[in-house]
């Protein structure tokens, strides 16, 4: 059973910054991707930023303000919020796309999502 578990999330001032952690657990082959998105009130979900072995990506409403980081000893990843404003309000969600073995296909996993609210 994988399960995704969310923290960091709160209320803060326009101008600061939060961390959002997702930690994975279970009995996982490999981690292949993992990402955060969002999803603010009456608006689609998108997403944020991503990583992988590859490097990481980043929508460009958040670049240079937002750092995805992961640490594989521990299946977590990060995201690190700076300079916040209030249009960065929503719902954050973590995602993975994991393996259960070498030839097990992927799986995509969702994390319950955790909130923050950018507002003075």
């Known amino acids: 059973q994988v399960q995704l578990v969310e923290s960091g999330g709160g209320v803060v001032q326009p101008g600061g910054s939060l961390r959002l952690s997702c930690t994975v657990s279970?009995?996982?082959?490999?981690?292949?991707?993992m990402a955060w998105h969002r999803q603010a009130p009456g608006k689609e979900r998108e997403l944020v930023a991503t990583?992988?072995?590859?490097?990481?990506n980043y929508a460009d409403s958040v670049k240079g303000r937002f750092t995805i980081s992961r640490d594989n000893a521990k299946n977590t990843v990060y995201l690190h919020m700076n300079s916040l404003k209030p249009e960065d309000t929503a719902i954050y969600y973590c995602?993975?796309?994991?393996?259960?073995?070498?030839?097990?296909?992927?799986?995509?996993?969702w994390g319950q999502g955790t909130q923050v609210t950018v507002s003075s």
């Open positions: 995602n993975v796309v994991l393996q259960f073995g070498s030839q097990y296909p992927l799986y995509n996993y």
């Open positions: 279970g009995t996982i082959f490999s981690i292949n991707a």
């Open positions: 990583i992988t072995s590859g490097g990481t």
